[in-house]
């Protein structure tokens, strides 16, 4: 399914990427638009109305007949999603931006041959969302060995009075002084940062394999 589930944003490292992702109306977002009710009650709306047109309430009277899975997987435009979701229309766009730089939505464009005005349809992929979060796992992973590895490999000094930390070599250059206040650097013992790191980089590494 290329929807949200109700357990999937139950699940909390889901729940917390896509908060980062898109914020808590975005989050609501995915869920009124997983939601089949939403749609149903839009489209019915759209058939009872005498501003739509006779062939849109065609294609709407189809699409109520479509079963629930089917239905909240139909081709929206950002208008669209807007008026099902009843979220303001920049939010909508922001929301489907964000999702879909994460590959967690695609659009098809389709053009108007009469008035030359492009219209964007847009799907939600949440069915790569595991492909997606294991490679958000993979970067953060990277990211902390390559700081394990600086630290192992450096001896660090730090000012008493700025807190500012140096390696061993930039406080060569300026023969342990501290470049902001001139006060002696001392060594700095980063032992205890070390474990945390390797602690923090064993876990996420057994995530990964688990995953």
Same mark, same amino acid.
């Given at each position: 399914? =290329?929807?949200?589930?109700?357990?999937?944003?139950?699940? #909390? *490292?889901? /729940?917390?990427?896509?908060?980062?992702?898109?914020?808590?109306?975005?989050?609501?977002?995915?869920?009124?638009?997983?939601? #089949?009710?939403?749609?149903?009650?839009?489209?019915?709306?759209?058939?009872?109305?005498?501003?739509?047109?006779? *062939?849109?309430?065609?294609?709407?009277? *189809?699409?109520?007949?479509?079963?629930?899975?089917?239905?909240?997987?139909?081709?929206?435009?950002?208008?669209?999603?807007?008026?099902?979701?009843?979220?303001?229309?920049?939010?909508?766009? /922001? =929301?489907?931006?964000?999702?879909?730089?994460?590959?967690?939505?695609?659009? @098809? @464009?389709?053009?108007?041959?009469?008035?030359?005005?492009?219209?964007?349809?847009?799907?939600?992929?949440?069915?790569?969302?595991?492909?997606?979060? /294991?490679?958000?796992?993979? @970067?953060?992973?990277?990211?902390?060995? *390559?700081?394990?590895?600086?630290?192992?490999?450096?001896? $660090?000094?730090?000012?008493?009075?700025?807190?500012?930390?140096? =390696? $061993?070599?930039?406080?060569?250059?300026?023969?342990?002084?501290? #470049?902001?206040?001139?006060?002696?650097?001392? /060594?700095?013992?980063?032992?205890?940062?070390?474990?945390?790191?390797?602690? @923090?980089?064993?876990?996420?590494?057994?995530?990964?394999?688990?995953?």
């Amino acid at each position: 399914m =290329t929807v949200i589930t109700e357990e999937e944003l139950g699940n #909390p *490292a889901i /729940h917390l990427y896509l908060f980062k992702l898109v914020g808590e109306e975005g989050l609501e977002l995915l869920r009124r638009w997983s939601d #089949p009710e939403y749609a149903r009650c839009w489209l019915n709306a759209k058939i009872e109305s005498e501003e739509v047109k006779e *062939a849109d309430k065609v294609r709407f009277k *189809a699409e109520l007949s479509l079963s629930d899975s089917d239905l909240v997987c139909v081709e929206r435009s950002d208008e669209e999603v807007a008026e099902i979701s009843k979220i303001n229309l920049n939010s909508v766009r /922001h =929301t489907l931006y964000n999702l879909y730089e994460r590959r967690l939505a695609e659009y @098809r @464009r389709i053009k108007n041959n009469e008035t030359g005005w492009l219209t964007y349809l847009w799907l939600m992929r949440m069915d790569h969302l595991e492909i997606v979060l /294991h490679g958000e796992m993979e @970067r953060a992973a990277g990211k902390l060995a *390559a700081r394990l590895k600086y630290d192992e490999m450096n001896d $660090f000094y730090q000012c008493k009075n700025c807190g500012i930390t140096t =390696t $061993f070599n930039e406080a060569m250059n300026t023969h342990f002084a501290c #470049p902001q206040c001139g006060s002696m650097l001392v /060594h700095f013992d980063d032992d205890l940062l070390i474990t945390a790191l390797k602690k @923090r980089v064993e876990k996420m590494q057994t995530a990964l394999e688990n995953a």
